[in-house]
């Protein structure tokens, strides 16, 4: 006998007497208003039903005039809703009427059950049923006004093809709760049009439309509420996957996309309302995915992952009590028994069963779980059910809690004939700690290093929902989870679309924690987190690369430590994965060469190419190139190398870039049209000059070459091959060659871009000058710029002879007598073009370049003081570089010592700002304080270019 303390009653009083205001004309037994009376106590959500619909649910709450609730068989839920629906009109008027009938049935069961009528095996019944009946009857009622709307779906012998609806879950298992959702997937069976007098449709849109329809009927919250919260996560892809799939569709992704944790959620599948061929169609389609047909043990470890997550997710909402999710839960027996069926149902067809109890009744006599433990955790499964309805029937409310007000506790103890709250409570923390006893026999015991390890895993899953996934990184101390949530959702929901087979999914979610994890540590986590992610989308499908990350620390902490400091590399990690072999041993990855065995380094990358394939000597240089420049970089991150070291580093790999182009270019084209006479690979009567950054050993991360070509070779006669061609042209196609093996994008991007603008005549001039015509055009028709970029030139191939030659020339040119006012002005007036040109303005940041008191200012003071004073002392015409010209300047009294260190401090600070903002990935514009540097190389120009 149900009964309510005068707490509970005085409690619901207002609810009661609300009810009795609007129920006058219904008449009971006083037995009948006291147990009504009683109910209502207990459950506000039957009083809500009995003052919202007095005359549909009292009419016939009770048998005659027992007290006994008069319930509807489950067989007949079918036919009352397709009576009700077919009386209705429009799909609101449909919606009202199906709410109605819900809550008045509802509030009836709530009443058997909390009044132990009906059992619970026949409770889950008819909450089973009903649901099936909403779905199938709100299905066949939608269905008919589509087909009138938009046409027929038809095969192609012109069958009528339905939408098929597989039920999830505890509906697919027909052991619904009281106050469940319902977990749906929707499929239809092959492509097509419908066919019909209206506007056809694609057979996807029109059953995308009807499901759509659908869900509105049953979940939408209008006045009256809902039938069901219908919950489509379960669906291949997620939320972010479509909401309705072709069978092809749905077999191609649980052969190719499955997860784990859909294996277990696909054991309860079951197709509702379908047709006979349609189920069978089904079970095929999914018993190879579920049920492997080998003993099946990795089941385990996925199955304690997932416990894992669940765990992870009631602690962090600070969840305590909770009956379904907790510890020795409703949801550890299912796992045992799932974990069971997973591991040999595809050898034991026996265990192939949505029931938990069958299946428990099968492991039995398969001997996998004793007699009386069966029976223990049985029991104890049902104790944990009927709380889990009770406290469900409470309120309507999807819940699995226990409550901690103390009117709930009063309820629940009164539901459960419990003489207080702190006897249920011990019975319940017995009943769960059995559980937990046997599902730690089935899937081990849970550490604590478990939990650290996986401790972010739970964002990498597809059920997550967006306030849960903030609120968890929130709680890792970052001050914009939602961007950070952002990032993460959408580039689960791209891996989800490419494919990269079983063995790299799990590769892949194993990294991923431990990439989140770095990316939180971050002071910028979302920053990082997108660099890190546009390298992992570059090898998703490489399975390798993937599990090279997830299984190698070195390689992951060098990855993260270098996309921290520049996404530069994380750029050119993502472009070329194939660098990702150089983080694996991070000692090697830190030892740099000597710049003078670059050339040797190269040859390593080339020597067990065949001489002839071309194309994969360009790919292997351009990896070479890029390996090597990523070790330069880590190791100026690192601060093994100073600034003038790194530049020097990139000078020389550049330099022995160009001689193995050079030498590739020669070796093709003497295969093809030999050789000018007097020349080899040796002597090739060819050589290159560097200019600029290159020719000035500065070069930068990102840098282009600028280059001049020049030969002493004598054009008269041809080349001695079996197709000669003069020698003017051999050189010509040699430049040509070098050109194309430079700036060709292959799948290994390009080698360098190269600019030949600074060679005699600029564009209008030949790619290839002889060394005579080089000199007279410097000597005859250079103008002042020319002159100045002469400066920075130096020979980078060829050899000694020919650079010796180069050199005297430079030298020659450059120690000429010079007007000193006619060079002041020429210098000024270039300064002040350059500026009006290139300066890239911002009031805010400093152009390092070409702003006011920047690098070109001190470039531009060096190459005056070589034009204006080279002819009287020479030794101004050995070097290119600026700091050692600045440092000769110093020793000849050109310049005060004062301006000659605020020069080379200025110039290798900017330098260092340069290569930092290279390495940043972003232009020479920078936002750090540096008057000083800039007032001081002004101060030197106002003193000694200064037109005024």
């Known amino acids: 006998m149900l009964t309510a303390d005068a707490k509970l009653m005085d409690e619901s009083d207002a609810a009661w007497q609300r009810y009795q205001e609007v129920s006058a004309d219904i008449t009971l037994t006083s037995e009948q208003q006291q147990q009504l009376r009683t109910l209502v106590a207990v459950s506000p959500f039957i009083g809500r039903v009995a003052e919202s619909y007095p005359e549909h649910l009292l009419a016939d709450f009770f048998v005659g005039n027992e007290t006994t609730v008069k319930l509807p068989a489950t067989r007949e839920y079918d036919a009352c809703l397709a009576k009700a629906l077919s009386e209705q009109d429009s799909e609101d008027s449909a919606k009202k009427r199906l709410r109605q009938l819900r809550h008045c049935w509802m509030a009836k069961l709530a009443a058997a059950d909390i009044l132990q009528q009906i059992s619970l095996e026949e409770s889950l019944a008819h909450y089973s049923a009903f649901a099936d009946a909403a779905i199938s009857k709100s299905f066949e009622w939608l269905f008919e006004r589509f087909i009138r709307r938009y046409g027929k779906p038809l095969n192609t012998e012109g069958e009528l093809l339905p939408l098929l609806v597989i039920g999830m879950g505890k509906l697919g298992g027909e052991e619904l709760n009281f106050s469940s959702d319902i977990d749906l997937i929707f499929a239809f069976p092959e492509q097509g049009e419908t066919q019909g007098p209206g506007r056809n449709l694609e057979h996807d849109v029109f059953y995308k439309r009807l499901a759509q329809s659908f869900i509105a009927l049953l979940d939408e919250t209008t006045a009256d509420g809902q039938v069901f919260r ?66 099946d043990f990795g089941a385990i470890e996925a199955l304690r992952k997932m416990k894992l997550l669940i765990t992870q997710e009631t602690r962090r909402q600070g969840v305590k009590n909770n009956i379904k999710l907790g510890a020795g839960g409703i949801r550890e027996v299912e796992f045992i028994v799932q974990a069971h069926q997973l591991i040999r149902g595809g050898q034991e067809k026996s265990l192939q069963t949505r029931s938990v109890y069958k299946a428990m009744n099968e492991l039995t006599e398969l001997d996998l779980i004793g007699q009386k433990q069966a029976q223990q955790l049985l029991q104890d499964y049902e104790y944990l059910r009927v709380i889990e309805h009770r406290l469900q029937q409470i309120d309507d409310q999807q819940t699995q809690q226990l409550p901690s007000d103390e009117i709930g506790r009063a309820r629940l103890c009164a539901m459960l004939d419990e003489p207080d709250w702190e006897t249920l409570q011990e019975r319940v923390d017995q009943c769960m700690a059995r559980i937990h006893t046997e599902f730690q026999q089935v899937v081990g015991a849970e550490s604590e290093d478990d939990e650290d390890e996986q401790s972010l895993q739970v964002l990498w899953q597809d059920m997550l929902d967006d306030d849960a996934a903030i609120e968890i990184i929130e709680s890792e101390g970052v001050n914009e989870p939602r961007a950070l949530w952002t990032q993460i959702k959408n580039f689960r929901q791209e891996s989800r679309r490419r494919s990269s087979g079983p063995r790299g ?85 830190y030892s740099l060469p000597e710049s003078k065995d670059y050339a040797a380094v190269l040859r390593e990358y080339l020597v067990r190419i065949p001489e002839q394939d071309l194309e994969t000597q360009m790919d292997a240089l351009r990896q070479a190139k890029q390996a090597l420049q990523l070790k330069i970089a880590a190791a100026d991150i690192g601060g093994v190398l100073e600034l003038m070291n790194v530049s020097d ?88 060659r070098i050109l194309h093996l430079f700036t060709t994008r292959t799948v290994a991007g390009i080698l360098y871009d190269v600019d030949l603008r600074l060679r005699p005549s600029g564009q209008a001039g030949l790619l290839v000058t002889q060394v005579r015509s080089f000199a007279r055009y410097l000597r005859e028709d250079a103008w002042t710029w020319e002159l100045q970029a002469l ?60 702003d006011t008191g920047g690098i070109a200012d001190i470039e531009f003071i060096t190459q005056y003081l070589v034009l204006r004073y080279a002819h009287e002392y020479p030794r101004l015409c050995e070097y290119s570089d600026n700091v050692r010209l600045l440092t000769e300047a110093q020793q000849l009294h050109l310049l005060s010592d004062v301006d000659a260190q605020n020069l080379i ?44």
């Open 791 to 850: 400066v920075r030139a130096r020979p980078v191939f060829g050899v000694p002879a020919l650079r010796d030659t180069v050199m005297d020339i430079r030298q020659s040119i450059l120690s000429q007598p010079r007007d000193e006012t006619e060079l002041r002005e020429s210098i000024v007036k270039m300064r002040k073009k350059m500026r009006k040109h290139l300066t890239q303005s911002n009031r805010n940041m400093f152009d390092l370049k070409q």
């Open 649 to 736: 580093h990139l000078s020389a790999l550049a330099e022995a870039i160009i001689s193995e182009v050079v030498g590739l270019a020669w070796h093709h084209l003497t295969q093809k049209h030999g050789k000018p006479a007097g020349t080899s690979i040796d002597n090739t009567g060819f050589a290159v000059l560097g200019y600029g950054k290159l020719g000035g050993q500065e070069l930068g991360y990102g840098s282009d070459l600028d280059l001049v070509f020049v030969t002493d070779a004598d054009y008269q006669g041809q080349t001695d091959g079996q197709r000669p061609i003069e020698v003017q042209q051999f050189y010509l196609r040699l430049a040509q």
């Open 505 to 589: 999914r799990s590769a892949l979610a194993r990294l991923m924690p431990m990439m989140l994890r770095h990316a939180i540590q971050h002071q910028h986590p979302e920053r990082l987190l997108e660099r890190l992610l546009s390298i992992i989308k570059a090898v998703m499908s490489r399975t390798a690369y993937i599990e090279l990350l997830a299984e190698n620390p070195g390689a992951r902490d060098q990855v993260c430590k270098l996309c921290m400091a520049s996404p530069w590399i994380s750029e050119q990690l993502a472009l070329h994965p194939i660098l990702l072999d150089e983080l694996i041993d991070p000692q090697q990855l």
């Open 905 to 948: 401090n200025a110039f290798q600070i900017f330098r260092c700002e340069s290569h930092a903002l290279a390495l940043q990935g972003e232009q020479l514009l920078e936002e750090h304080n540096l008057d000083t540097e800039r007032q001081a190389v002004s101060s030197c120009w106002n003193h000694l270019l200064s037109d005024d």
């Open 230 to 295: 219908v919950d489509m996560r379960l669906r291949p892809f997620g939320q972010s996957g479509p909401l309705v799939a072709s069978i092809n569709a749905l077999e191609h992704y649980y052969q190719e996309q499955g997860r784990d944790w859909e294996r277990y959620a696909m054991v309860k599948a079951r197709m509702i309302g379908a047709e006979e061929q349609y189920q069978q169609a089904f079970q095929q389609l999914i018993r190879p995915f579920v049920y492997r047909r080998y003993i």
